[in-house]
Nanobody, 122 residues
Framework: QVELVESGGGLVQAGGSLRLSCAASGRSFSTYVMAWFRQAPGKEREFVAGITRIGATTSIADSVKGRFTVSRDNTKNTLYLQMNSLRPEDTAVYYC???????????????WGQGTQVTVSS
């Protein structure tokens, strides 16, 4: 198991940017497929972005493609989500997750952070 702690959430106006970070501790970070998911009130948890173990390949949900990018720094055991051109519909709790597959189904991920709130005002 790996412990994950997200940071960087907050309140931002529409059109603004935020950068989320996810710090990992425990077993070797570079052995994990990593992903970001989000969950808005009353909605199911949805995939946002994922990245392979060495960061060679990323996957981005259609709803955020062109606005969000995912990256990782295995030397710092940290996962990032750069969010640009934010919209009110991006408002959610954002979670990082470790240990899943490249299908990026949330049920496949074994370790989760506590989440960080992102609120986008119109």
């Amino acid at each position: 198991q790996v412990e994950l702690v997200e940071s960087g959430g907050g309140l931002v106006q529409a059109g603004g940017s935020l950068r989320l970070s996810c710090a990992a501790s425990g077993r070797s970070f570079s052995t994990y497929v990593m992903a970001w998911f989000r969950q808005a009130p009353g909605k199911e948890r949805e995939f946002v972005a994922g990245i392979t173990r060495i960061g060679a390949t990323t996957s981005i949900a259609d709803s955020v493609k062109g606005r969000f990018t995912v990256s990782r720094d295995n030397t710092k055991n940290t996962l990032y989500l750069q969010m640009n051109s934010l919209r009110p519909e991006d408002t959610a709790v954002y979670y990082c997750a470790a240990g899943g597959t490249l299908a990026f189904r949330w049920r496949d991920f074994a370790s989760w952070g506590q989440g960080t709130q992102v609120t986008v005002s119109s």
